[in-house]
């Protein structure tokens, strides 16, 4: 490792501070937003920057993990000339070069000033749950460009010597379908980094601004020194994967193939997508600008060197030596105005062809693929007295991860999308008018190996008013099943379906924007993740377990396990007969 400008001493109490002081405007923003996708499933992310933008440290315990890799550099060059009591905005993917991927997420950033000195930036965003455009929740997968997709503001100052600019929020908030709701969540961020400026000065009393300068400077060497560490234990090579967007609703029906040839050479590590399909007349494509270490590229990467190290340390410095290759015109780097609301379906099969490659690189430590979907479902509805429109986030719809070398998958929650936090249902009831009619494990869809695949979600809501509409971007994996690794089986498909009050139930399949009849219930079943290693050779006794749990239908747990279960107990001898069987058969197809 190289010499740091701090000592050890020094340099961990720093990182402690700083860290102390996100995660404390992490729960800021958590506790004083107003709509459920930022209280209940925390879609945001605060950061402390250097002055140039890097992110040196960011929350870990509320928000999402795609801090790592945030480029703040281009919006921080945009804003100018800073001022002590500033604070600046934009949703602009163009402008912002990639920080911005899709409208709803707006981004504020705050100077933070000593004796006339700019010492850092801190930052933050808010997944914004409505900016205008075609559909309620401003997400339309089948939008063809940025122009149907909602309102789109150029870096702005919001905030000049701590008073709100009025005219450029109300200009923000007028184009919204909840303007009031929005409002909390953009003064919950101001209110963060302002307590964030607060605390960094308490910190300068403590420490002089040359030891919390060099302090920036050498977590992110201390990150990107410990990335290099992991990166060198993979062996050098070109590893390629690849994988499928499902087409559904692209113009033209066709799966959008996405190829990764991981290029690991000297303790560096270059993401090349040469062979990713072209952009697309629909919203999954993602504006990245073809960024190095671009977040939405990187977390497979992250997540790989957050296994093999949990206490690594955990900012942009761990991704300073991946470098990215991604074709202008392509859906991971399209021209200016694609549309890309629904990008984090892409999102996430980005981050399964990364762990892909990674397989064939270090198959001892990587999983099967998880459910691959984050599909966020939103109910725009009139309130139950008929005086006002109510919009809502109902629930981030994942499924189960892909089961580990030593453990079975998680249930439920995949660790590509794991951030995701689920919104009670009693706190929805009282958003929406809907009930909950459903939600729970669904049995029989996690994939069968030796290890057990997790299994995905079962999930219902009945609409109680007329004129109600849904979205639900993100739905995925409905035809290609999450894959097993090493004979492991793929995980069960998703699907969703309408059921009317008259008792008829039609398969829907990809949902754009759907009006639902009152008193018609919605159901989802989401996919569950891929197996690992053959299932016949899964101890009986944790089958029966699986069984016993609901996890595994007793027909299963025969034909794909090869356990005979009979007045819940194992049939050893007919196990036995079984599993000869199944030794003796092809093992399951594998990536």
Known sequence: MRQRRLDSVTLEVVRGQLQGIVEEMGELVMRCGHTVFVKETQDFVVAIMTPDGEVAA????????????????????????????????????????????????????????????????????????????????????????????????????????????????????????????????????????????????????????????????????????????????????????????????????????????????????TLDFTGTDPEVAAAYNIPT?????????????????????????????????????????????????????????????????????????????????????GSIMLVSAPSLDGTTRLVSIAQPLVGGSGARQTDDGTEGVDFTTGFYRNIPAEVLETEVPVIVEQYGLRAGSGGPGRMRGGAGLAYALRFLTPATYITARGLERFEFQPWGRDGGHPGANGGAWLEHPAGEERYLGKIDLLEVPKGSVVRFDTAGGGGLGAPHERDPALVLRDVEDGLVPVEQAEQAYGVVVRDGKVDDQATQVRRRELAQQAPAVQP
């Open 58 to 269: 960011c929350s870990q315990q509320t928000g999402i993990w795609i801090a790592i890799g945030l480029a703040f550099d281009s919006v921080v060059k945009a804003g100018g000339s800073y001022e002590p009591g500033d604070v600046w905005i934009t949703n602009d993917p163009e402008q912002s070069q990639g920080l911005v991927t899709h409208l709803p997420d707006t981004f504020c950033w705050r100077p933070i000033f000593h004796d006339g000195e700019l010492i850092c930036f801190v930052g933050a965003f808010v997944h914004c749950t409505d900016v205008g455009g075609l559909v309620p929740g401003s997400v339309a997968p089948r939008a063809t460009s940025q122009f149907e997709e909602g309102i789109v503001m150029p870096v702005s100052r919001l905030v000049a010597g701590d008073e709100i600019c009025t005219p450029i929020l109300d200009i923000y908030l007028r184009n919204s379908r909840i303007p009031d709701k929005n409002r909390g969540d953009i003064l919950a961020m101001l209110g963060t980094l302002r307590r964030a400026e607060t605390r960094i000065s308490h910190l300068l009393t403590k420490i002089d601004v040359p030891t919390f300068s060099d302090a920036l400077l050498d977590v992110l060497e201390y990150a990107e020194d410990q990335a290099a560490e992991i990166i060198a234990d993979v062996p050098d090579g070109d590893y390629t994967f690849w994988d499928y967007l499902e087409g559904d609703l692209i113009p033209g029906g066709r799966p959008v193939r996405l190829v990764l040839t991981l290029r690991v050479r000297d303790q560096s590590m």
């Open 289 to 373: 600008y073809g960024r190095d270490g671009h977040y939405l590229l990187v977390l497979g990467i992250v997540n790989y060197m957050r296994t093999v190290k949990p206490d690594i340390v955990y900012n942009s410095g761990l991704v300073r030596a991946v470098k990215v290759t991604a074709e202008r015109g392509s859906i991971l780097n399209p021209q200016p105005h694609a549309a890309a609301g629904a990008r984090q379906a892409t999102f996430f099969r980005v981050a399964d062809v990364v762990l892909g490659a990674l397989a064939t690189a270090r198959g001892d430590l990587v999983p099967a693929v998880g459910c691959g979907q």
